[in-house]
């Protein structure tokens, strides 16, 4: 019988802490880094005339209309599962997603850097990916560490999100 009393703990016995999952505002903010990564990456090709400006409009656009665009999705779901409705809770969905426009601002403001001639659109993009590859590794080692996790599992964490990054300054490269 003794055996066996190691596998159940005492009712007053403490409980390990549960590691708490990411927060949506951090998940929010992964994809908006990755889509303005991908997006100015997109914009940036090297048959047309540079326009830094009309691409950074385009990308803080895209990234205003991903966000309402989950945030109605949230909103669509949530009618299916309950009888909360109406324009508030859309509206509030909609504006939880702020993390998305957030995380688009690095790459919007470097490209708009590149309106007075300080440097090139390809130059500006360039930069954004790799500050943006830089965000995301930030991110996985942050979110890793806020879990409990140990700094070994925390840094791939971190190299695994720079991936994604890694994977966009990739097809970049490739595609152009």
Do not use: C
């Not at 908006?32 to 409009?57: F, H, I, K, N, R």
């Not at 949230?74 to 009618?79: I, K, M, N, Q």
């Amino acid at each position: 019988m003794h055996h066996r009393a190691h596998r159940f703990p005492r009712p007053n016995a403490p409980r390990a802490a549960v590691p708490r999952p990411p927060e949506p505002r951090l998940i929010s903010g992964v994809y908006g880094l990755v889509l303005a990564s991908a997006l100015a990456a997109a914009l940036d090709s090297p048959d047309e005339q540079t326009d830094p400006g009309s691409d950074a409009v385009w990308v803080l656009f895209t990234a205003v209309a991903a966000a309402a665009a989950h945030g109605y999705a949230h909103v669509l779901a949530h009618r299916m599962s309950a009888d909360h409705s109406g324009a508030g809770v859309g509206l509030r969905a909609m504006l939880a997603e702020w993390p998305v426009v957030a995380a688009a601002v690095p790459t919007v403001v470097l490209l708009l850097a590149a309106v007075p001639s300080w440097w090139t659109e390809g130059d500006a993009v360039n930069t954004a990916l790799l500050v943006n590859t830089l965000i995301l590794a930030g991110a996985g080692m942050w979110t890793a560490r806020r879990a409990g996790r140990g700094w070994p599992a925390s840094l791939r964490a971190g190299a695994g999100d720079m991936l994604i990054g890694l994977v966009i300054i990739a097809a970049n490269a490739l595609i152009k």
